[in-house]
Each structure stands twice: as C-alpha cells, then as structure tokens.
C-alpha cells in the first residue's frame, strides 16, 4: 500500500516538499506553500520520512498504517494520502481512545486527499507535539503555511501543534475556538492583514487560551493583547 521515502520531492495538490540526503525538510513552495512555510519547518524538523499510500485501504489497514508509524523512534513521519480516495479518518487506533493519531508523539505531518470530506477534530491529533504540516486543497479544507483552513480559506480551522510560527492570511475573517488547542510550541503570530482587518475578525471565545504569544504582527503595526494561557500563569 505505501512507500517510504526519507529523501526526495513528495507533490501534493501543487505543494512541493523537498526532502535532503539527510533526511530533512529543505524547501516547501508551489500551491499553498510559501518560503516562509519552507523556512519555518527547516528550523523545527529533524529527521523526516514521508509515507505515502499508492492505493486506498481499508479502515482497518489504514489503523494498522498508523500503528506502524506510531512505533518508528528515529524519525517524524508526514502521511501523504494524497493519492488516496480516502474521504475520513477512522475513529481511533489500536488500543487508542480519541482521535486516530492521538498521542502519536512522533508523528510529523499529514496531506490530504481532493476527495476529502469530513470534519476533523481536535482529538484526532491531540497530544501530537511533533505536528508541523497539514496540507489540503479540497472542498473541505484549504491550507496555508502548512495550516488548515475551511470555507474557502475564510476560517482558521486547525494549526498542527508542533508549528512555531505561523502566517495567517489577510483574507481569514473566523478563528475557531480549537484552532490553536496544543500549539504550546507556537511563539510568534504574522498576520497579513492590517490592526484594522485584525480586529474586524470574528475571534470564538478561548481562541488564545492555548497559545503564548501576546503580540499579532500586522502589516502596517503590531497588536499587543492579553491571552488567557499568559492570564493564568
């Protein structure tokens, strides 16, 4: 069903990610990516081996799949499922409550297929500290940066937990309440908008419990805010 790969160019929906003779991420770009992506998961990744499925398995293969990744120590694995006509994730893994890669500690990244159509929950990568990639371009779910957006790239959907900066784009005008949920690495926040377009953006309540940063770089000026992750601490 799969082939691994710990050097080469995996191209996904227009997105290039090239991986060295040492195994680590040296560029992203193309469809959705952008240098700043490509710069920003250089500095993070270690070793790197990408998986990708060739056919379409069934539930329980594809659980097998994810069980196998979850015992490799020497690397962070991207599941490119690209190729794949898979439309949802299953539930859970062997021995696995919540979400299918749920407390998958070594897991790095996963690019979703075209045909691609369910919701996809927090708990589906919760306790996933090493999540740097998500890429999609379906009608579910868009990605910028190497984070998910839905409605047409409108709404901040979910950003992998692992990342530790993140781009969000001027034409984003929804956070979700979970889209951050774990991203305790994450340590700086460029808008691509102005101060004003920021406060003009439907932020769900908690949207920063998660986070750390206190400052949203703008184009035109930084914002500086209280989050309620520094409140409590």
Known sequence: YATTSSVGVIKVDGTTITI??????????????????????????????????????????????????????????????????????????????GGIFRNCKNFGGLCLPKCFEADLSIMDFDNCPNLMILTANNKKYVSFDCVLYSDGGKTLYMCPQGKKNIEIPGTVTKILEYAFAGCKNLSEITYLGTTAQWFSINKEENWDEWITPNVIHCSDADIVFKNKQKDEN
Do not use: W
């Open 20 to 97: 060295d003779a040492n195994g680590m991420i040296s560029s992203v770009g193309g469809g959705q990516g952008s240098a700043e992506a490509a710069e920003s998961i250089k500095k993070s990744h270690a070793k790197i081996k990408v998986v990708t499925l060739n056919d379409t398995p069934d539930e329980n293969t594809l659980i097998k799949i994810v069980d196998a990744i979850r015992t490799e120590n020497n690397a962070k694995i991207v599941l490119n499922l690209s190729k794949t006509d898979i439309k949802k994730l299953p539930d859970c893994c062997t021995g696995n409550e």
